[in-house]
T-cell receptor, first 113, second 110 residues
Framework: ETGVTQTPRHLVMGMTNKKSLKCEQHLGHNAMYWYKQSAKKPLELMFVYNFKEQTENNSVPSRFSPECPNSSHLFLHLHTLQPEDSALYLCASRGAGRADTQYFGPGTRLTVL | EDQVTQSPEALRLQEGESSSLNCSYT??????LFWYRQDPGKGPEFLFT???AGEEKEKERLKATLTKKESFLHITAPKPEDSATYLCAVQAPAGNQFYFGTGTSLTVIP
């Protein structure tokens, strides 16, 4: 495996379900990101982890819970979601340089019924 | 408020018809400006990073340029396989925050 991988690629869940999204990076990066992408809107930053420590939380509802056990893995735990949470969820990783590029995974297409 | 604006929202070109996409930004103390290509249902694919005004980068039919307030992605003699959404992002001075535009959806017609 190379780059940034995400599983599952597609997820359909009910409003009362609990599920988790997984991201893994094979680039040796130390920063990992969760973004939400909805139609006609800019990518919306959700969480940032740097060396496993959360450094950004952009007022994300508590029904989204991130977890970063090490620099290579990032999870997004989902519970009691709303239909408006349906979107493409993207994970990205970045190196430690001053203006290092973010590299994205393929995303998880989430549908909340 | 820091902002990134891309134009046009959508662009249709005939194969071989060159054009430019625009990304204007209001972030002060820019650390870097990034261009990505995104195909439907996939994650953004990195194209270029520009760091300072006057800088240019090229890759095949694409050329990115940067001024103090905007960046252009020039597409020369596009092919149908260049059809995608092109995203622009800027890195804020703090370092961890990236601001994205809404993208330009490019369609190249054979």
């Amino acid at each position: 495996e190379t780059g940034v991988t995400q599983t599952p690629r597609h997820l359909v869940m009910g409003m009362t379900n609990k599920k988790s999204l997984k991201c893994e990076q094979h680039l040796g990066h130390n920063a990992m990101y969760w973004y939400k992408q909805s139609a006609k809107k800019p990518l919306e930053l959700m969480f940032v982890y740097n060396f496993k420590e959360q450094t950004e939380n952009n007022s994300v509802p508590s029904r989204f819970s991130p977890e970063c056990p090490n620099s290579s893995h990032l999870f997004l735990h989902l519970h009691t979601l709303q239909p408006e949470d349906s979107a493409l969820y993207l994970c990205a990783s970045r190196g430690a340089g001053r203006a290092d590029t973010q590299y994205f995974g393929p995303g998880t297409r989430l549908t909340v019924l | 408020e820091d902002q990134v604006t891309q134009s046009p929202e959508a662009l249709r070109l005939q194969e071989g018809e060159s054009s430019s996409l625009n990304c204007s930004y209001t972030v002060s103390g820019l650390r870097g400006l990034f261009w990505y290509r995104q195909d439907p249902g996939k994650g953004p694919e990195f194209l270029f990073t520009l760091y300072s005004a006057g800088e240019e980068k090229e890759k095949e039919r694409l050329k990115a340029t940067l001024t103090k307030k905007e960046s252009f992605l020039h597409i020369t003699a596009p092919k149908p396989e260049d059809s995608a959404t092109y995203l622009c992002a800027v890195q804020a001075p703090a370092g961890n925050q990236f601001y994205f535009g809404t993208g330009t959806s490019l369609t190249v017609i054979p």
